[in-house]
């Protein structure tokens, strides 16, 4: 794959998932930086050009446009060792995919993006309503990734895949929103297996390039 442009803000762990599957696979990525706090996403020429649902990351493949970070993330490593052999493998891989997305990105990234960026003062009183229940099944999804991790080194199958990845975008910043990641033990030494492989990149990454600065 070439001349692919992925449009993000660098921030977000959706689309640090797709910046660490390009890096594991070997794909060089042109980044354009948007930032979603400045409502970058949601200016007419972006609604027009780049996605009418106003929201990242986007994955531009000439003139296609793919959005949502997991569909991405599966693009980039179709072919790949990041795809399990065998058709249970690639399910269950699929399986914590979605999990990750109905489970566990709507509660630990929300609430990061909420105390990191957004501010607890500036939340609407339905969003400080929220912050509860989010914390209550933020806990729910570290516990349960904790314990199927007692007897096995990766989620999916026995190697390294993209469930890994989707699962450690928001897992491995899920300090940020005051969750305790040391109270699980496997999920720490998952974390570092991750962190140790050949081909990972940090979040952020390279610098992307800018657009619409200021």
Same mark, same amino acid.
């Given at each position: ?11 977000? /762990? ?5 910046? #660490?599957? @390009?890096?594991?696979? $070997? ?11 400045? /409502?970058?996403?949601?200016? +007419? ?11 990242? =990351? ?25 795809? =399990?052999? &065998? ?18 990105? +709507? ?11 957004? /501010? ?28 199927? #991790? @007692? ?15 989707? #699962? ?14 040391? @109270?699980? =033990?496997? #999920? ?15 979040? &952020? $990454?390279?610098? =992307? ?6």
């Amino acid at each position: 794959m070439s001349g692919l442009i992925l449009h993000e803000d660098s921030r977000s /762990g959706n689309c640090y998932k797709i910046q #660490l599957t @390009a890096a594991h696979v $070997g794909i060089d990525l042109e980044r354009r930086e948007y930032n979603i706090m400045k /409502g970058e996403t949601r200016t +007419p020429e972006f609604l027009r050009d780049i996605n009418a649902n106003g929201r990242i =990351p986007v994955l531009q493949d000439g003139d296609r446009f793919l959005t949502e970070s997991n569909a991405i993330c599966f693009y980039l490593a179709n072919g790949t060792s990041l795809i =399990p052999d &065998g058709h249970f493998d690639q399910a269950d891989m699929l399986r914590w995919m979605f999990w990750e997305q109905y489970s566990h990105e +709507p509660n630990i990234a929300t609430l990061r993006f909420w105390m990191r960026f957004v /501010g607890l003062d500036a939340l609407t009183e339905v969003q400080r309503m929220q912050i509860g229940g989010k914390r209550e099944s933020g806990l729910a999804a570290l516990d349960l990734m904790d314990r199927h #991790l @007692a007897d096995r080194r990766w989620f999916a199958g026995d190697q390294f895949s993209l469930a890994d990845i989707c #699962l450690f975008a928001y897992t491995h910043v899920a300090d940020e929103a005051n969750f305790d990641l040391e @109270a699980y =033990p496997e #999920l720490i030494r998952w974390l570092e297996r991750v962190m140790l492989l050949p081909g990972h990149v940090e979040m &952020g $990454g390279q610098t =992307p390039l800018a657009l619409n600065a200021s």
